[in-house]
């Protein structure tokens, strides 16, 4: 019998069998068709690799103690913990936690938070700023901030209009900055994905931007949102990506890998004032924000194992080592004629394949994810674009299973 499944992201009259997985260790997942590597961290979730013991054991435990209880106007050990603890290693001056469920949620918080300060505050600003290219989610709010194209063109009429800027692609950071200059004053906030756009095609900017955003949005009083879903714990070399700008932002999107990608958990974390901004004994200026799941006992669990490793495992050794193994197999495809933009950013690479058609609508992505898997490779391109964000536990020869199949798929698509 077909499965009555809709799958997210997937067309079923051209996909109508998903893999069925039945297991994952490592770096690894079983399935009905055999072992696949998973070079693409499920989604760019996980981050140890599958079922670290310490995370496993700390999800046992709790969901014999408490599974699930209502955050408003109750809290538990773990929510406590972990809060205290994302606060001791977030950029400086993030104070507060927000729990929700999600990337897009912890978007969503964000950007209502940024509306909410500015209104409680009877300012009149309201214009949000984001990106070219950018990418945070799949709900109305986040998909408006995000790029607009195919994927949300029947949703238009509810998208609110943003100030999109260009993307500060090398040699032309000073057109962003002009244009950020412009929209910074008055606007509420700008949004951004630091140091690298994930979604929309792993595409790298350089720190020294992102710094200078931030110092523009500083001048002129907007809000900066560091939207880290994807480049959080770790993907980009340092356990933020704001880190390596020297950034605070005054609002912190968390999500993915906060639970080393085990179970569902995101976090917005923000400054002092924003909170401040809805502290009244009147109720109207209540930040209105909830889900059921929110600061789920389970996942707050998880995510404070999380936390316990980076702590007590050399997890930022790990990443070092990593970035330099992932660095070593590209100078092969930089000097390939078929490929360009081959690039890395910490432990993530990404490689454009020169082909005639390289839309998104384009097939060559979904069959170059045919052609790995039937490699055992999970890879999944970005249209053209053929990218590795594997877990930090990744074997030297792992990866070079993953490359001698990119390189082999040039020979077939290119
Ligand atoms: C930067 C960024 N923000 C937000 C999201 C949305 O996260 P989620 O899929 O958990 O809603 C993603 C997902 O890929 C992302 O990369």
Request: overall charge negative; hydrophobic content about 45%; charged content about 20%.
């Amino acid at each position: 019998m077909s499965s009555p499944i809709w799958h997210p992201f997937t067309q079923h009259a051209l996909l109508p069998n998903a893999t069925l997985v039945t297991q994952g260790k490592g770096a690894w997942l079983e399935t009905e068709k055999g072992r696949l590597l998973d070079a693409i961290s499920s989604w760019w979730v996980i981050t140890h690799g599958h079922r670290h013991p310490r995370i496993i054991e700390a999800i046992q435990k709790q969901a014999d103690v408490l599974d699930q209880v209502i955050f408003a106007g109750f809290t538990h050990p773990p929510a406590e913990d972990l809060a205290r603890g994302l606060i001791d290693i977030a950029p400086k001056g993030l104070t507060r936690v927000f729990y929700s469920d999600s990337g897009s949620t912890a978007v969503e918080v964000a950007l209502k938070m940024a509306l909410g300060f500015w209104k409680n505050q009877g300012k009149d600003r309201t214009r949000i700023i984001a990106l070219e290219h950018a990418y945070h989610g799949d709900t109305i709010g986040t998909m408006s901030a995000g790029a607009r194209g195919v994927y949300n063109a029947a949703y238009t009429p509810l998208l609110y209009d943003v100030v999109r800027l260009p993307f500060p692609a090398p040699g032309r950071e000073q057109e962003t900055l002009d244009h950020l200059k412009q929209a910074a004053p008055g606007a509420a906030a700008l949004i951004a994905e630091p140091l690298i756009l994930g979604a929309g095609g792993m595409l790298v900017y350089s720190a020294d931007v992102l710094h200078d955003m931030a110092r523009i949005c500083r001048e002129s009083g907007t809000l900066m949102i560091a939207d880290e879903a994807m480049t959080g714990f770790g993907r980009t070399g340092t356990l933020f990506a704001c880190e390596q700008a020297g950034v605070s932002p005054d609002i912190l999107c968390l999500a993915k890998g906060l639970t080393g990608g085990s179970i569902p958990l995101a976090v917005t974390l923000c400054r002092e004032e924003i909170f401040a901004g809805h502290y009244s004994t009147d109720r109207s200026r209540t930040f209105f924000h909830s889900s059921s799941f929110t600061a789920n006992p389970i996942a707050c669990a998880a995510a404070r194992a999380n936390l316990e490793i980076w702590r007590d495992e050399p997890v930022r050794e790990r990443i070092a080592a990593l970035a330099r193994l992932q660095e070593e197999p590209l100078a092969r495809f930089r000097d390939d004629a078929r490929f360009e933009n081959v690039r890395r950013l910490g432990t993530i690479t990404a490689m454009d394949l020169k082909v005639p058609d390289a839309g998104y609508l384009a097939n060559v992505a979904p069959e170059l994810m045919k052609f790995f898997q039937a490699r055992g490779i999970l890879l999944r391109p970005l249209g053209n674009s053929i990218y590795v964000l594997p877990p930090y536990c990744v074997t030297a020869g792992e990866l070079d299973l993953v490359y001698d199949a990119i390189a082999e798929a040039a020979g077939k698509f290119a």
